[in-house]
């Protein structure tokens, strides 16, 4: 091993495949090409520990450490801190969790929302994991599970009617969240197909709805769909707040997936359209079997940015009244009991948000190296 | 040459009279893109089982010839009739025609999503309606003949540009065409890899298969051609077998283009 950099040891045609040199690979060698590589590196990498240093232990002291759990009221908590107001009083959270949750979903219901959650989990599950056993049938019940938790939630037919106006706190958000990632990307789909089709009047319809969409803040779609619409309606027909909103909040993300979706169509080449053609397929069947399995895969970036931005802009239910998590910590913070523990706030809310779409945004690279089948073309 | 066909289309039988010889039938046929007039008054006729190698220079309509004969390109004069089915903007016509005329493409255009074997039996499943075990076996037993059925389960990135081409050969005979269109099926490969492609070429002509094919392969026009056509500018300019083509061209054109393709 010592001579292996002489050379001419072998005769030619027979050299054998020798290990790297040492120090190239391993944990020393990630350590030495990814952290002190170069002088401009080593500052960098200094740099960066020092700054976590000043940043991560007070935070786990003020969040953790020393973090209050128990507690009535805010002065309880001060008290039982070493320096008054210098740590987290989660105590307050607790007092408010199931609120933070349910928003105002009667308490004797609330096991509706209970095994709503249980069910979109397993209606996740079958979407997301493609080795399931027996995911075909499995896809019958996430078909049925919109309507299915749609009746659970709302209620009537044997179950007491809840209002839309009593869901709040995360189950809102939710409620939201899953309602418009699940529909706009079908819908978004159809619309990139109709703006990249050859019948001119499909074509521009699909362009006008997208570009008014993609033109108009989601707020202002939203002040619509809680004043305006009623102007538009029959006099007379009630049509849900709730309702308006999932459809609008649908629409503004299908317009956004519509174009993520266009843009992949586009990188796909004219080449498998033309042998999709010349094998004899129709034009859905080239569509579904080879056109869109592969545009969909350059779009999941995309597609994935637009659910994460949709997810968070839930959030602005609360400027049309209704009570999403935010909605419920400020009014939480209104009390006097409470007041001044924003931080505390809008940390748990931080949190439950970026856990929410720090998992898609991991799904999605998962999903990108599973569907790599090397080099494309 | 031909032979008693048993053709499906039992309701076309009279229109199958006057084309039992010719299986394509091309007549004053002219396209236009845009205001470039690519095809000037082609008139051509293929019998069954004829091998047809077509060469020219590049432009001069080549590909784009045997691209209307599947209706990837549309023409706007003169009629095109395929084994008794004209072409018409019908797209039930259309269908028909591509399921009969395989097609192999110079960057072979493998569904780069999908397995070899998947690539193989996709259109025998979803546009013939094959059970899917029947298709497989079908799709393997070509996959032999063009000797990669080892590679069935690999994608097609995995693959060499040879492995490929012979892939998409497999692909188009999945779905037991009457007819091959070859365009350039060799013009994107390495050369060590030129020669495995027409291997299975010059096997498949040998088994009878009607092939028309756009190459600057001469040697496989010598060896397995009934007969060259020349073409430039759009226009058909000469035709012959292919010894007197190559020895004793006519048109002043194809003896420059001879003198050029076979200089080195």
């Not at chain 2, 084309?19 to 051509?44: A, P, Q």
């Not at chain 2, 009934?226 to 061209?249: H, L």
Request: with cysteine; hydrophobic share 45%.
């Amino acid at each position: 091993m010592t001579d292996s950099t002489t050379s001419s040891h072998y005769a030619p045609g027979t050299h054998p495949d020798l290990p790297p040199p040492r120090r190239t690979t391993g944990v020393v060698g990630w350590v030495y090409k990814n952290l002190f590589s170069t002088p401009l590196n080593i500052v960098l990498t200094l740099v960066g520990v020092w700054i976590l240093y000043l940043i991560v232990p007070p935070l786990l002291d003020w969040a953790l450490l020393e973090s209050v759990w128990t507690a009535e009221n805010r002065t309880e908590c001060w008290d039982k801190m070493e320096v008054a107001e210098e740590a987290a009083c989660w105590a307050f959270i607790k007092s408010r969790l199931t609120l933070f949750i349910y928003g105002f979903y009667p308490e004797a219901e609330r096991w509706r929302v209970n095994l709503s959650f249980v069910l979109l989990i397993f209606a996740i599950l079958p979407v997301l994991y493609d080795k399931l056993p027996g995911r075909r049938h499995w896809m019958w019940y996430v078909a049925a599970f919109p309507f299915l938790v749609g009746w659970l939630l709302v209620g009537g037919l044997g179950l007491a009617p809840v209002e839309t106006s009593e869901f709040g706190g995360f189950m809102l958000t939710l409620v939201i969240g899953v309602t418009g990632i699940s529909f706009s990307l079908p819908l978004g789909i159809a619309l990139a197909l109709g703006r990249t089709s050859n019948l001119p009047a499909l074509r521009i319809l699909c362009v006008l709805f997208i570009e008014f969409i993609r033109g108009v803040p989601l707020i202002a779609l939203l002040f619509v769909a809680s004043t305006m619409l009623n102007y538009f309606l029959p006099p007379g027909t009630t049509f849900d707040l709730l309702m308006r909103v999932l459809i609008m909040v649908t629409l503004f993300a299908a317009a956004y997936i519509a174009e993520v979706v266009r843009g992949g169509l586009q990188g796909i080449p004219k080449g498998q359209v033309e042998a999709a053609d010349s094998l004899g397929l129709s034009y859905w069947k080239a569509q579904r079997l080879i056109i869109l399995p592969q545009a969909l895969k350059i779009s999941i970036p995309g597609i994935v940015n637009t659910f994460i931005g949709l997810y968070k802009d839930t959030t602005l239910v609360l400027i049309i009244g209704m009570l999403d998590p935010l909605g419920i910590g400020r009014s939480s913070l209104a009390d006097a009991q409470w007041a001044g523990l924003a931080r505390e706030v809008y940390l748990f809310i931080a949190v439950f948000f970026f856990l929410c779409c720090f998992g898609m945004s991991r799904y999605s690279l998962y999903l990108e190296r599973k569907l790599h089948t090397g080099h494309e073309r | 040459m031909a032979n008693t066909d048993q053709t499906a289309s039992a309701p076309e039988l009279d229109s199958k009279v006057d084309t039992s010889e010719s299986t394509i039938s091309i007549r004053g046929m002219h396209k236009w893109f845009g205001d470039f007039h690519v095809l000037k008054d082609i008139n051509l006729e293929v019998t069954r089982g004829e091998r047809i190698v077509i060469c020219g220079p590049s432009g001069s309509g080549k590909s784009t010839l045997i691209r209307c004969i599947n209706r990837l390109e549309e023409h706007q004069q003169g009629s095109i009739v395929v084994d008794g089915t004209e072409l018409t903007s019908d797209l039930k016509n259309i269908e028909i025609i591509r399921s009969e005329v395989g097609m192999v493409f110079q960057h072979f255009n493998l569904f780069p999503h999908l397995t070899v074997l998947e690539n193989c039996t996709l259109a025998p499943i979803w546009v013939r309606k094959m059970p899917k075990a029947e298709a497989a076996e079908v799709a393997m037993s070509y996959l032999e003949r063009v000797q990669i059925p080892e590679q069935a389960s690999k994608f097609p990135g995995q693959l060499s540009g040879g492995q490929q081409q012979r892939v998409a050969i497999a692909r188009s005979l999945c779905m037991s065409p009457r007819i091959m269109l070859f365009d350039e099926p060799t013009s994107a490969l390495d050369p060590e890899m030129i020669k495995e492609v027409l291997d299975v070429m010059v096997e498949l002509a040998e088994s009878g298969m009607t092939m028309l094919v756009v190459t600057h392969e001469m040697g496989f026009a010598t060896a397995v051609a009934n007969r060259v056509i020349f073409m430039d500018g759009g226009e058909i300019i000469e035709q012959n077998e292919p010894n007197e083509f190559f020895t004793n061209p006519q048109h002043d054109r194809t003896k420059l283009f001879l003198s050029q393709i076979l200089s080195h």
